[in-house]
């Protein structure tokens, strides 16, 4: 027979599960009233356990709420992969977000899902790579470390040369979207260059393995690839666990690969935030995606992308060169 504390705990349990469901029934109704701002601010936080430009895709969201109610944005993302510190915002490593200088108030949501918010879903629906370019470029700063950085490697790197893009998003990405083969990436890869004029390749990657394979397997050009300090050596996704004293580095390098896929004259990739996100950074920028995300994962900017260039199209998407 149970005992009264065994029941107790049991009571305690339940009360605790109710109130849990009726936060997360009411936390949308709650912030959404903190959506129209305080003093023309919308200041959040997000502690999230996402990959990094799934976080951007958010921010983004916040941004075109802002745009859309004329409000300055405050954003912070707090969550344990990208900052060493931990609570504190590592945002502000990557961008700052412009709002003319001004001092912002302290964050008056937090959340962990972009979803609590209650944003419209219009936000979403309706992004466009072109207006995400907008909003990113109106909104967002980019660390003066980092642009420097990417220009100093596509100085040493690209100049002179029309580089093929090639990005590869391995480990966890098989329960959003069907594993690309290697062999068959290559392939296209070196069709790829022909196609656009390439004479160089420039390969991101979360997977050293595949990194090591296309060096053995990019025929008659140059292989770039930048120097990342961390890259998966085995099943495990790099950008879902903490690293203490490496987190940073890990976000600075999806950031800098990324922007580095956008100033190649064409891209083959498989599906991903990271290489999706070049799409946004250069939205002229010819794509050639391998895999189709699977229709629950089917989220912007990859949505947009098979839009522009469906399969029957791959073959014949623009050679023109990206921007700068």
Known sequence: MSSPRAHWWALIGRIRA??????????????????RGRAGWLSVRIDARVGLFAQFNWVLMLLAHCEAHRLK????????????????????????????GEAPPAPVCTVSDIDELGLPESYQAQMTLERAHALWTRYARLDAGIAAHVDNFAAAHFAGRRVLGVHFRGTDKTSEAARVSWRALAGTVNAAAETHACDAVFVASDEQAFIDFMLENTVGRPLIVHADELRARGSEAVHVRTQPGKNRIKAREALVNALLLSRCAALVRSASFLSGWASVFNPGLP????????????????????KRYPPAARAHASTARPPG
């Open 18 to 35: 109710c109130a849990a469901r009726i936060d997360a029934h009411t936390k949308p109704w709650r912030c959404r009233r903190k959506l």
């Open 287 to 306: 794509v050639i995606l391998l895999n189709r995300p699977y229709d629950y994962a089917l989220w912007f900017p990859d949505r947009e992308v098979l």
């Open 73 to 100: 944005p405050h954003i912070e993302l707090t969550g344990p992969f990208y900052g060493d510190e931990i609570g504190r915002d590592w945002l502000g490593h990557l961008y700052r977000l412009d709002a003319g």
